[in-house]
């Protein structure tokens, strides 16, 4: 029981976002941190991604069951029942968010706030049976763990919670379209609107390129305002081309499955490469 509660909070993606949580922290803090400061920030960053996770599973249940990749999740084979998971869920939010307002700052609990309810009820509950532009807007819950972290130090949303903002966001659309070019039937089988499904895979390749493109300029201005050196620019200008080249030969490419899967861990990859070197070349106050 306790492996599926685990499971449950999607334990990758959460890594993923803790993680980013914690440079947007190290990023204001420029290597003058507060540690207990810092460890209450995750504490309730964790809880509430967690929250957020375990609803979704919770509203997918009888959609997971209907593909391949998530059949096997604990609420579509029976193992937990419906109930106990969104009691499980509510609390981890309403312990996740508490601890923000109450030991970190109010702006870094609003901001929680703001981004399980873009997840849970525009993302989960409405765009994703009902829209394609599910992917874009669910990109800004998505986006919310480095400014949250940010938020934590700084108190305000300046130019730097919105270059991370931006960061985040932009990378979220063609990563996950990646996926779905990958596994667009199931996701037509499920019946999950995604732009692959409803627009094609072209459509969905000439789509992810703006995006990609966007990321250069948000890595350059993250330099230009001195919130990182010389490293992450280099690092994240390369990163950047790399992938931007990888998904304009997708293009004219043949096999869209062996291209879709290339690019999903360029996209993997590229994230975490950034952030590992957005800590380690954060400037010292």
Known sequence: MLKDMIALTKPGLLRLNVFAALVGFWVASKWSIDWLHLIWMLIGST?????????????????????????NRPLPTGRLQP???????????V????????????????????????????YT?????SSTWSTSVGGISGAMPPVIGYCAVT???????????????LWQPPHFWSLGIRRVEEY???????LPVVKGIKRTKLQMIP????????????????YVGYVFLAVSLLGGVIWLVHTLLGLSAK????WAKTNFLISVNYLMLVFIVMFLNTPWA
């Open 47 to 71: 809880l509430t991604i967690a929250s957020a996770c375990v609803i979704n599973n919770y509203w997918d249940r009888e959609l997971d069951r209907r593909m391949e990749r998530t059949k």
């Open 83 to 93: 109930g106990f998971v969104l009691g499980y869920g509510i609390a981890l939010g």
């Open 95 to 122: 312990i996740g968010v508490g601890l923000l307002f109450w030991l970190v700052n109010a702006l870094t609990g609003w901001l929680a706030l703001l981004g399980w309810f873009v997840y849970i009820v525009i």
């Open 125 to 129: 509950i409405w765009l994703k049976r």
């Open 155 to 169: 108190g305000r949303v300046d130019a730097g919670a919105w270059l991370l903002f931006a960061l985040l966001f």
């Open 188 to 194: 037509r089988a499920a019946g999950f609107p995604l």
């Open 211 to 226: 995006y990609v493109v966007l990321l250069i300029p948000s890595v350059i201005l993250l330099f230009t305002y001195h």
């Open 255 to 258: 096999d869209d499955e062996k």
